[in-house]
């Protein structure tokens, strides 16, 4: 089993609103959880890094949430914009342990 | 800062042939990097860890005379697909840990195809 799962797999949103991802994770003992953004033939682009002791992050309209007792975290679109159409992944790393856990995605297309 | 460049962006090689990717981290030194493979609509899998002046470390079930890694320099890691056959056609994906809480920085990927 995963120890990274993302929900919902896929999403398509118009454009304007607002959305938000989930991801719930295993790992630990947890050190840090990261999101990505990765463009279709891109690598992918860190939009935030949370540590246990931080609950919110913002990086422009993405806003990233932890919640590090139910080991949850939320990655909320504000206003959304054709560019957001992309795989936004969560990334979480354990303590003492340069290994990544990847979740597979979740794959977000924003139309007009 | 903290930029990764990947190079190329995209290979089309022969079966049989080898190809070499290149992995520099621009503004930063990096002991370590990571490669990774990717297939459609799934999560980067690791492959193997790079590290500066040593053997790589190889991922279970990843052919460490297939994938070649070289990691001659604190900014320059080498990945290089040996007789290259169809099924190794993916997307490549490295990375550096940049420090300084940065984390984790990916560069842009080869996509590689073999006929």
């Known amino acids: 089993k995963n120890q990274v799962e993302q929900s919902p797999q896929s999403l398509i949103i118009l454009e304007g609103k607002n959305c938000t991802l989930q991801?719930?994770?295993?790992?630990?003992?947890?050190?840090?959880l990261r999101w990505y953004k990765q463009d279709t033939g891109r690598g992918p682009v860190s939009l935030t890094i949370m540590t246990f002791s931080e609950n919110t992050k913002s990086n422009g309209r993405y806003t990233a949430t932890l919640d590090a007792d139910t080991k949850q975290s939320s990655l909320h679109i504000t206003a959304s914009q054709l560019s957001d159409s992309a795989s936004y992944i969560c990334v979480v790393s354990a303590e003492g342990n340069n290994r990544l856990a990847f979740g597979k995605g979740n794959q977000v297309v924003v139309i007009p | 800062g903290a930029v990764v460049s990947q190079h190329p962006s995209r290979v089309i090689c022969k079966s049989g042939t080898s190809v070499k990717i290149e992995c520099r981290s621009l503004d930063f030194q990096a002991t370590t990097m990571f490669w990774y493979r990717q297939f459609p609509k799934q999560s980067l899998m690791l492959m193997a860890t790079s590290n500066e002046g040593s053997k790589a470390t190889y991922e279970q079930g990843v052919e460490k005379d297939k994938f070649l890694i070289n990691h001659a320099s604190l900014t320059l890691s080498t990945l290089t697909v040996t007789s290259a056959h169809p099924e190794d056609s993916s997307f490549y994906i490295c990375s550096a840990h940049s420090g300084g809480g940065r984390g984790y920085t990916f560069g842009s990927g080869t996509r590689l195809t073999v006929v």
């Open positions: 991801c719930n994770y295993t790992v630990s003992p947890f050190s840090n």
